[in-house]
């Protein structure tokens, strides 16, 4: 069983039990988090697709940890100027453990009552002003 789901505007094919590497979230480190957005899920010849989420089911997740990934370095040179600059950037990122995939429950659904038509009242007649002043 695998499911798409959208994090933080990426999507991941996610499987239970599967570690995943995402964008930091503002989460406590063991705390469990569930996604909504769910694209598709599949389980062996049975497969669901979204349009654009399965409101039916959710991926449950446990944070294990947050940290910086290594120093990317940008350089930035104009030639003929003897112009450059270093830059230097660490990103933020969490790791996630997939939990489970499943259904979240079909929220229930509000009926309302039908109200009968109204009946169509006659429009009053429209007076049109006049633009033309006496002199």
Do not use: C, W
């Not at 010849?45 to 991926?59: A, D, F, Q, R, S």
């Amino acid at each position: 069983m695998f499911a798409i789901v959208e994090i933080k505007g990426q999507q991941f094919k996610v499987s239970p039990k599967d570690k995943l590497q995402i964008n930091r979230i503002e989460t406590k480190e063991g705390e469990d988090i569930s996604f909504r957005r769910v694209l598709l899920v599949a389980e062996g010849e049975k497969v669901e697709i979204g349009k654009p989420y399965l409101t039916t089911y959710e991926v449950t997740a446990k944070v294990l940890e947050h940290f910086r990934n290594k120093t990317v370095r940008v350089f930035k040179m104009k030639s003929k100027s003897r112009n450059h600059k270093t830059i230097g950037n660490r990103q933020h990122y969490t790791n996630i453990e997939i939990l489970d995939i499943k259904t979240a429950g079909a929220k229930p659904t509000v009926k309302t009552e039908e109200k009968p038509a109204k009946e169509a009242k006659p429009a009053a007649p429209k007076v049109k002003k006049s633009t033309k002043t006496a002199a």
